[in-house]
């Protein structure tokens, strides 16, 4: 597959400014690195009706957490938003991009839970925090303004992989029902091994990239074969919520993104793909650069309306009479 033009002027860039590999940065230096870049390919800063900064209560203590919402008063469909960055780099900054976006395309609030990072806080504290913040913010629905039976989780990169693993944990708990999930090219499979799109591009992400981030997660390598660090290792993948998998051809998380969403219809769950063959990994959250990036952002926030359906508390459309209620729920 050839690499989109957009990509290759993006490299060129790159080239040109002797941007160094995040893998050979200090920690420092590559949150840093990796914060700045997202804000440049994020493009214009949208406004959404609120931002709210809060916290909720996680395993290791308290999480920040950050709110976007559009407008409206009662109760909101929900994405509750895991970032990437290799479980290693990222925060609710490197997540407001794709939020407010998010938010204005799909017509839901986001709330984006501060995991604690790797290697201070190595495997499962990631999973943990997730899964404590969407717990919270499901018992404390009334608080959050969420409306329980449209809630959603989603994420990109180790985001990604976070969200299923979060997926399966509330599917063991009986709980929160969720409506969604949105796979952004997920890790799924941290099991060391060649993958069919590994290359050495330094200025992209690479093979170097996966291991750098791998290391600093799995303070034990047995954990890779753990299925909270490698969902696609999950016996069992049934009953988990429908899913879109979002995946880019010049990425060496494809095939295992691809593999995940096999593995998930083969399980009975509804499962959408969006494939961006030109694309290289992190393309979602730079929509400033790639063109794609906005299309898949479009893609996802039309899945997320789909499954969230209307709204139960909006009039029906046409009037309140017992055909057009009729017409509204046979859509519904």
Do not use: K
């Amino acid at each position: 597959m050839t690499l989109d033009p957009q990509v290759l002027a993006w490299r060129a860039a790159r080239a040109a400014t002797g941007a160094a590999p995040l893998y050979t940065q200090t920690l420092a230096e590559a949150r840093a690195a990796d914060l700045a870049a997202i804000r440049a390919g994020s493009g214009a800063v949208e406004p959404v009706a609120e931002v709210r900064d809060t916290q909720v209560p996680g395993p290791g203590g308290p999480l920040p957490v950050r709110i976007h919402r559009p407008p409206g008063d009662g109760p909101l469909p929900t994405l509750v938003w895991f970032f990437g960055g290799g479980w290693t780099l990222g925060s609710v900054d490197t997540a407001d991009g794709i939020c407010r976006r998010l938010v204005n395309l799909a017509g839901c609030q986001t709330v984006t839970v501060g995991y604690r990072l790797a290697p201070e806080h190595p495997f499962p504290a990631a999973v943990e925090d997730c899964h404590a913040g969407l717990r919270h913010v499901a018992a404390r629905a009334d608080e959050f303004r969420v409306d329980p039976d449209r809630l959603a989780v989603g994420g990109d990169s180790a985001g990604g992989n976070l969200a299923a693993a979060v997926t399966l944990l509330a599917r063991a708990d009986g709980g929160p029902r969720l409506a969604a999930q949105v796979l952004v090219y997920p890790n799924t499979d941290q099991r060391p091994g060649e993958r069919p799109t590994d290359d050495e591009d330094p200025l992209l992400f690479n093979r170097h990239s996966v291991r750098w981030y791998r290391d600093h997660y799995l303070a034990d390598p047995g954990d890779a074969a753990h299925p909270l660090a490698s969902p696609l290792l999950a016996e069992n993948l049934s009953g988990l919520p429908p899913a879109l998998v979002v995946t880019a051809g010049h990425d060496p998380l494809r095939a295992e993104g691809r593999r995940y969403a096999e593995r998930l219809r083969e399980a009975g769950v509804p499962t959408e793909t969006a494939d961006y063959p030109g694309m290289v990994h992190g393309f979602f959250v730079m929509p400033g650069v790639f063109d794609a990036g906005r299309e898949a952002q479009e893609r996802a926030a039309a899945f997320l309306r789909e499954r969230f359906g209307p709204d139960p508390a909006a009039p029906p459309a046409g009037g309140t009479s017992a055909g057009s209620a009729a017409g509204v729920g046979a859509h519904g």
